[in-house]
Every structure is written in C-alpha cells, then in structure tokens.
C-alpha cells in the first residue's frame, strides 16, 4: 500500500490489519506513519510492516511487490493541501502519475505478480458537467484536474497485461478525521457556514466508511476491473449538503461564500468547489453491494457522530437486535455490528430460533456475540460447547404437559428440542419421555386442538406464570419455561456486563419482544414492527429489514 498516512490509506490500512493481513506499507517517513497510527494497530491480529521510500523514484521498494495479493496505490500530494501556484500543480501531477509509473512497473517486474492493482482516481476525471448525470461511460472533461485524472489512469491501466486493474474514482470523502469535512464542521458550528456560490452545483459524496467497505468488494468481486465511481448512490446540490450540514449541527447557513472570495483563497483549487459533478456508482449498483451512509443525511450524521465522541467513551452499554427478520450473508449486517463493537458497546443478537439455527447464523454472518435463542430459553455464542445461560423445563413439567396434551387431541404433534438443537417429534405424548436438557415444546395441529390444551394448561401452568406460551403462527403453540423471555435474558447479560438498564438499546421486529421493548432503556421499532410491539418502542422507523438496522445503530451511537 502506498499512500498510507492519508484519510483513506490510514482506515485502510488499519482495517486489513484488524483482518489479519499482512501489510507492507510504503512511506517517505517511517516514523510519522507510526506516529499517524499510534499504538492502535499493535494488538490487531495482522501484521504490518513499514517501508521507507520514493513511489515518484525508482528504488528497492519496489521488489517489495514481488509476492503480494494485492497493491492498493493511494500516493498523491493533497489536492487542499495549499494554494494551486504553477509550481503546486506540477506537484499534484507528477505525484500521481510517475508514482502510478513506477508502481506498475513493479508489478510487471515481479515474478509473482498481485492479482489485483487497485489505483486511486477523482471524479475530477469528468470536470465541469452542470447538473447532467455522469457515469464510468462518460469521457473525460476539460481543465487541469480532468487532464490530470485520464492521465493518471492511463498509467494505471497499463498494467493490465499483468493482473486486474481499478481506477477508483472517489468522490468527496467524509471523514471526522481528514478531508475537507472538519474544516467545514468548525465554520459552520460557529454559524457562519453557508452554501458556496450558488449552490446549484453538485456534490458527489461518500463516507470513508463506505469506501473501506467498497475496497473490500473490490478485493472480493473479480468481475469489476477499469474505472469506477466510487461515490455514494445520493449526489446533491452544495446548497442540500450545506443545507443539511447546518440542520445536523443545529445551526443557521446564512452566509454563502462568493466565487471570487475562494478564487482569492484557494486559487486553481477553487475548481474543484465550484465544478459540479453529479455522478452515480453504475458500476457498483450492478453489484450486490450495500452502503452504510446512502443518503446525505446518514452520511453525515454518522461522520459528525464520530467527530463529536470521546473515544474514551463508550456511547452505549449494549444493543439487542433482532434478526428473525434478516439475512445472515448480509454485508452491511457485518459492517454494522462491526460499527457497534468499534464503538464500544456490546452486541447481542436475539432469535426465536433453537440453538443449532442461531449458531448458523453466526457462522454465515463471521461475527461472534452472544445470542439469545428460543426466545430467550439459552444463551450461546458460536462454539457449540459455550452455552453462557440456560432456562430450560424440567423433567417434571415436560411429563405434566406430555400427559396433558395426551388428553386434550390425539392429533397434535409435539416436538421437544434440547440445548444442542436435537429434536424428538411424536404424535404419542403419552409414551413419550422427558428429555435432558429441554428448552422448548413445540404443538402443531388443529386449532380445536390447541385452544383445548391451552384452556386445560391455564389455570395451573399458564396463568400463574410456569411456562411462557407463543401462539403467533396459525397451527403451532410454543411452550417454554416461566424465565425463559427474551427481556430476563437481557437482564442477565447486563448483569454480567455490569451494564446499566438505561445503557440497553433494542432494535426489534418481532412480535415475541413486547417485554423487551418495554424494559430496555431505549427500543426502536423497525418498520414492519408489529403494533404490540411497536407501541411500547421509544421510535417508529420508515424503514425494514437491515436499512433499517444500520439507521437504528446510527441514531444510538
């Protein structure tokens, strides 16, 4: 990697490592990247290793690529880094493009060469083009950055004789710690902040969040190769951005900057203000790929998030999300409870289903957390063999409802399920035996049938408060025992986490989780929430499924 003391190359580099990759970083000074990263990346599983050398220059750095998967060249003098004098813009030129040069020809002097070259672009490559809709199809503009940019990427696509080869067209990328983002957030938290010029040009944004995820996706998805946009699938006028800028920092926008004031300022560089550039991810959006931040409002919500935190702090004690409703294989679903874990809370998840489905799901999803299954019935993590709490039916009780159900409907069909997933299916309760380790009784039959065993059960089971009863699915019962409820569950993690009520935040869906949503400190309800459900949530979402998930995380972090 190259490049990595900037915004993009410092989040990079810290996220290959947090994957376990082995990482050659090439720098100019050694001891200011280590400085940059601090001690954070010494404990991460990867391992880095630091280079000292010249991408603009030939040198010994270059056998370094001699072996690696993949070259992410990111190098390139900072474009707001000062005034654009004649001299500053042969700076800017020559950074990029002899550096791209130089690396690719590494690459072609390598003797196992990287299967991918993933070089850094600006969607200056397209220069001023109004409010019309650009994508990777679109030629080139005019003017110093657009020249700049087809130049810089002929370079890189030279090596495409050796391995796969991305230009990476970033937009303008949000960041709490880089860019151009925290120098706006200081004018504007003062009130001073205002749209630039007339406003009416676009901004295409993204959050560097998402682009470290994308980079990802590049890695993984060998049929994207050539230039792509990489901004987010929301491009908006400077007035929206501005406007919804100063919304989020609670604070008026009422001084917009004239053109000649930057031009003073920034010189040449006021061309990349003032151009509008609206363009759209073709590429990407013909990919499975999901965003964090697709809209402005959450890009810039999250990034203000961040800025405005005290790292030392954790934001949150825990977040409970129910996921009956959600796709394991889901990127974005990894992404956000990596978010979660990176603020410093705690994640669980929560399930109706048995301890052998919830660790599939953990399985498919690659993370690890607790997760509360059979509605409550166990706590597990991903090793089979850690169950951390268990809230099962005694023998005693099993054989009590057995005989039960024997005398209510010969027809009902009765599953015990254990701890491990294992399950006893009979449609003869009354020979039927207890099993160990019992965490739920599944009926399904008629319903004459189930309204006579629960009317039997009443009085003596039900009412009292022995065993918990789920009848949300036409045909089916579920009995389990009196403590075995999702809210007592998270009670006991709290406990164990010494983490206060007011610090639980619950993201729910399902109908099983009234109690939950009564009892957390603070509880949203996704879109298609039940309205016994919802009723009891702090918020009401517009949006399902795991949108609505990220937004939630969002809004408690």
Known sequence: MTGGSGT???????????????????????????????????????????????????????ASIDGCDAVVHLAGAGIMDQR???AYCATIRESRIDSTYQVVRAIKQASHRPRVLLNASAIGFYGDRDDRQLDETDDPGTGFLAETCAEWESQALKAESCCRVICMRFGMILDHDGGALPRMLRIFKLGLGGRLGSGRQYVSWITCQDVIAMIEHFFRRSEIRGPVNVVSPDPVTNRAFTGELARIVRRPAWFPVPRFALKLVLGGAAEIVFSSQRVVPKIVLSTPFE???PTIHRGLRSVIRDQDR?????????????????????????????????????????????????????????????????????????????????????PETQAGLLAI???????????????????????????????????????????????????TIGPDWWQPGHVQIHRDRPGRVEVLVGMAERSVAVQWLARRWNVDREEVNAILSGVRSSGLAQWCGQSIALHDAPQQVSQFCDRILELKGIDGVADAVDSFL
Request: aromatic share 2%; glycine share 8%; hydrophobic share 40%.
């Open 8 to 62: 993009v190359g410092r989040r990079l580099l810290m996220d290959r490592l947090r994957r376990g990759d082995e990482v050659l970083a090439l720098t100019r000074n050694a001891s200011k990247l280590k400085e940059r990263l601090g001690i954070a990346h010494e404990n991460l599983p990867g391992e880095l290793k630091v280079i000292e050398g010249d991408p603009t220059v030939p040198g010994t750095w270059q």
């Open 84 to 86: 654009w004098s004649s």
């Open 291 to 293: 965003w964090m931040s």
């Open 310 to 394: 005290d790292p030392e702090t954790p934001t949150c004690g825990m977040v409970v999300i129910e996921i009956d409703s959600l796709s394991p294989g889901a990127p974005l679903l990894r992404r956000v409870l990596r978010q979660v874990d990176e603020a410093g809370a705690r994640v669980v998840l929560a399930t109706s289903m048995g301890p052998e489905g919830a660790r599939e799901f953990l399985v498919q999803s690659r993370v690890d957390c607790p997760v509360i299954a059979a509605d409550g019935a166990v706590i597990i993590q991903r090793d089979v063999d850690s169950v951390l709490h268990r809230c099962t039916i005694p």
């Open 405 to 455: 159900i024997a005398g209510c409907d010969s027809s009902l069909e009765v599953t015990l399920e254990d701890l491990a997933g294992k399950r006893r299916v009979t449609n003869e309760p009354a020979s039927t035996q207890p099993i160990q380790d019992c965490i739920r009784i599944r009926l399904s039959g008629t319903a004459k049938g189930l309204d006579s065993f629960l009317q």
